[in-house]
């Protein structure tokens, strides 16, 4: 048993994938289990993984998705924690495990959150991801949007259910809602998690992933309040888009 189970669920992602196991290996804090889990690539990945085959768990099959593979990755782990990082994903910096586990101490939250950098395919810096990690969090604050990102989103392994598959490009904002619901408490590090590739299977299928996350907040917070909290981020986006023309 471990701190930590760091989950990659992964097809084809030998262009990137090297980076993120770097960024785990190089973790100062070393209590941890790096699971990657691929849904049996053709390209380079699983030579990249045969390199570091002694540092990590390696699931190699195929599955019905990305959602399906999390779950197989999910079902191994043996951390108190669970934290889930895309192929093209990594760690803020060299300490960020460290720093996480300094900043909680010995109170063990059950689930711990951050913020999340924006970088492209040469790890060059973007942004700040839009949506601000808010001060204090709860399962009712994803009724203004996934205000924290799922890789910045750590939760103990106890109260992770499984992805439902139903959902094909939005189960982890089910799932982080499922999570919150479940938890009796929830830290803010203030800091900086993740190093998250701007592109992927939600970016690429936006529309599809925007009608699902509808679908789960209506699920969860009700057709009347969702439909009124949708209004209102038309009438924001209209707005800014006004004030932006007008600069």
């Known amino acids: 048993m471990c701190d930590i189970s760091i989950i990659c669920p ?6 990137v994938i090297e980076r993120m196991i770097l960024s ?8 941890y289990e790096l699971i990657i889990v691929d849904g049996g690539s053709t390209d380079n990945t699983k030579d990249i993984l ?11 099959e195929k599955d019905q998705g990305i959602y399906d593979a999390m779950n197989k990755g999910l079902n191994v782990a043996t951390g108190e924690y669970v934290i889930f990082l895309n192929a093209g994903d990594t760690f803020y910096n060299n300490k960020t495990l460290e720093n996480i586990y300094h900043s909680i101490g010995y109170s063990r939250p059950d689930i711990i959150y951050g ?5 492209d395919l040469n790890r060059n810096f973007i942004g700040m991801r839009r949506l601000k990690a808010p001060e204090q969090l709860s399962w009712k604050s994803f009724r203004m949007g996934m205000l924290v990102c799922h890789q910045a ?8 259910p499984n992805y ?8 982890d904002f089910d799932w982080c809602i499922k999570c919150m619901k479940s938890a009796q408490t929830l830290f803010n590090t203030h800091q900086t998690l993740i190093n998250y590739l701007n592109e992927g299977a939600t970016t690429k299928n936006r529309k599809a992933s925007l ?15 969702v439909k009124i909290l949708h209004i209102w981020f038309a ?13």
């Open 153 to 160: 989103f750590i939760a103990k392994r106890s109260i992770a």
């Open 211 to 225: 009608q699902e996350r509808y679908n789960i907040m209506v699920k969860y917070y009700g057709k009347t309040t």
């Open 235 to 247: 009438i924001r986006f209209l707005f800014a888009k006004i004030f932006k023309k007008n600069a």
């Open 10 to 15: 992964t097809f084809n992602a030998g262009q």
């Open 24 to 31: 785990v290996l190089n973790q100062t804090f070393k209590s």
């Open 50 to 60: 045969s390199k570091y085959s002694s540092s990590l768990i390696y699931i190699s």
């Open 115 to 119: 913020e999340t950098a924006l970088v």
């Open 164 to 171: 439902d598959l139903a959902y094909r490009f939005s189960s």
